[in-house]
C-alpha cells in the first residue's frame, strides 16, 4: 500500500541522490577544512602547471626576446620576473580556488542537511507505523 505521506519524502531523496548524491558524498566524508586543504593541494600543482605551460607559450611566441635574455647577462632578472609573476599568479589562482571550494562546500552541505531532514521524517513515519501495528498484532 502506497503511503503518500512518506512518497513526498522518498521522492525529494531518490531526486537528490540522482542529481546531487555524488557531488555531496565529500561533504560527508570530509570536514570543511580538509576538504578545502585538498582542493587547494590539487590546484597548487595544476596551476603551477597551467603557469609552465603559459611560460613555454610566451617563449615560443617571443623566442627572440628569450634568446636576448638568455645570452645576455639577464638571466638572474628574468629569473626573478618569473618568480615574481609565478607568486602572483599563485596567489590569485589559490584564492580564487578557496572561495570557490568553501561557496560549493557550504551549499552542498545544505543540501545534504535536508537530505538527512527527509531521512529522519521518513525513519518517524515508519516508526509510527510500527507503533499503531504492534497494539494490533497482540490482540
Not at 617571443?62 to 596567489?91: C, H, P, R, S, W
Request: hydrophobic share 40%; proline share 2%.
Amino acid at each position: 500500500m502506497i503511503h503518500e505521506e512518506r512518497l513526498k519524502p522518498m521522492i525529494k531523496m531518490a531526486m537528490f541522490d540522482k542529481n546531487d548524491g555524488k557531488a555531496c558524498k565529500p561533504m560527508i566524508q570530509y570536514a570543511r577544512t580538509d576538504y578545502i586543504s585538498m582542493q587547494l593541494l590539487g590546484s597548487l600543482v595544476t596551476g603551477t602547471i597551467a603557469f609552465v605551460l603559459l611560460c613555454v607559450m610566451w617563449g615560443l611566441y617571443d623566442t627572440q626576446e628569450l634568446m636576448k635574455m638568455l645570452n645576455g647577462a639577464y638571466i638572474f632578472d628574468l629569473l626573478k620576473v618569473v618568480l615574481v609573476k609565478y607568486g602572483i599568479f599563485m596567489v590569485v589562482y589559490l584564492t580564487v580556488t578557496y572561495i570557490v571550494y568553501q561557496i560549493r562546500y557550504s551549499y552542498r552541505r545544505k543540501q545534504v542537511k535536508i537530505y538527512y531532514k527527509n531521512l529522519k521524517e521518513i525513519n518517524m513515519i515508519y516508526e509510527r507505523e510500527e507503533k499503531l501495528k504492534s497494539p494490533s498484532q497482540q490482540e
